[in-house]
Nanobody, 119 residues
C-alpha cells in the first residue's frame, strides 16, 4: 500500500504563495507518477499538475504559469509551489499517486489540504 499525507495549506492573501507537500510512505517504489488535484466548493475535482518518475511534468493550462510541481525522490515527497495566488485558487488540494508494478492500476489519494486565498 501507499499512504499519502498532504501539508502546507492555509490562508493566504491574493498575490501570495504557498508550497504544498505530499509525503508518501509504504510501498513508495511502487509509485509510477504523482499528481495534484483540487476541488473547490460546489465544483468537480480538477487536475492541477503531474510529475512522473523521470521528472517530466505537465500542468493544467490555467495554472502552468503560476504553479510548479517537483519531487524529492530521496524523501518520497512531492511538492506544489503556488505563486501569484488568486481567490479562485481556493480549494481543497489533493495528492494522488498511480501505482506501479504489483500495484499497477491502483489509485492512491491523500486526505487533502485546504487552501484559502483571500481578496
Amino acid at each position: 500500500q501507499v499512504q499519502l499525507v498532504e501539508s502546507g495549506g492555509g490562508l493566504v492573501q491574493a498575490g501570495g504563495s504557498l508550497r504544498l507537500s505530499c509525503a508518501a510512505s509504504g510501498s513508495t517504489f511502487n509509485i509510477a507518477y504523482m499528481e495534484w488535484y483540487r476541488q473547490a466548493p460546489g465544483k468537480q475535482r480538477e487536475f492541477v499538475a503531474t510529475i512522473n518518475s523521470d521528472g517530466v511534468t505537465k500542468y493544467s493550462d490555467s495554472m502552468k504559469d503560476r504553479f510548479n510541481i517537483s519531487r524529492d525522490y530521496a524523501k518520497n515527497t512531492a511538492y506544489l509551489q503556488m505563486d501569484s495566488l488568486k481567490p479562485e485558487d481556493t480549494a481543497v488540494y489533493y495528492c494522488y499517486a498511480r501505482g506501479a508494478r504489483q500495484y499497477r492500476g491502483r489509485d492512491f489519494w491523500g486526505q487533502g489540504t485546504q487552501v484559502t486565498v483571500s481578496s
